[in-house]
């Protein structure tokens, strides 16, 4: 077997996982870093520390580490082999990447800039094109509606000049 660049390797994975994620746990990893390791060698068994060791690399040298810090410390008791809080999930840390976060700035930077200013309802109601039916609208009342059959009840979303739910026809 060939000699394989650990760190180009976690590059690929983690390139890959942030294709498909913005953030990611070493599970995500670890299977995206076993899929790199069957195309890499061809099928060929090189050992399974190898994806564990671009999972590390990958974990330890290229993302950011955005798990919440546990609020209270932790109770000796009430802790795992690990050292860890049995009231944190197991395998709960979070990653992300430097390049995810760049995106997301640049996705909130494209939403607070203005590119075309609103139009104003002086503007809007010049280029709306004619229509055959008024306009429902707040000073409408059932006087000023145009005489179409019969009117709806109160409550219905019927709209002027089409017709009123069958609920609300009358019969002759």
Do not use: C
Not at 72 to 98: H, M, Q
Not at 132 to 160: E, F, H, K, N, V
């Amino acid at each position: 077997m060939a000699h394989l660049d650990i760190d180009k390797a976690a590059r690929e994975v983690l390139d890959t996982v942030s294709d498909h994620r913005s953030v990611w746990g070493r599970r995500q990893v670890l299977a995206e870093a076993r899929r790199w390791v069957l195309q890499a060698t061809t099928g060929a068994a090189p050992g399974r520390d190898l994806a564990d060791r671009i999972t590390d690399r990958v974990l330890s040298g290229h993302t950011i580490d955005i798990t919440p810090p546990d609020l209270n410390p932790a109770f000796k008791p009430l802790t795992r082999d690990d050292g860890s809080s049995i009231y944190r999930r197991r395998e709960s840390e979070l990653y992300t990447s430097a390049a995810v976060l760049a995106a997301e700035d640049r996705i909130v930077a494209a939403a607070r800039t203005r590119v075309i200013p609103a139009a104003s309802g002086d503007v809007y109601s010049r280029s709306r094109p004619p229509t055959r039916r008024p306009i429902r609208t707040a000073a409408w009342t059932q006087d000023s509606a145009p005489s179409r059959g019969p009117s709806p009840p109160p409550s219905s979303s019927w709209l002027p000049g089409s017709d009123p739910p069958a609920r609300a026809r009358r019969r002759p």
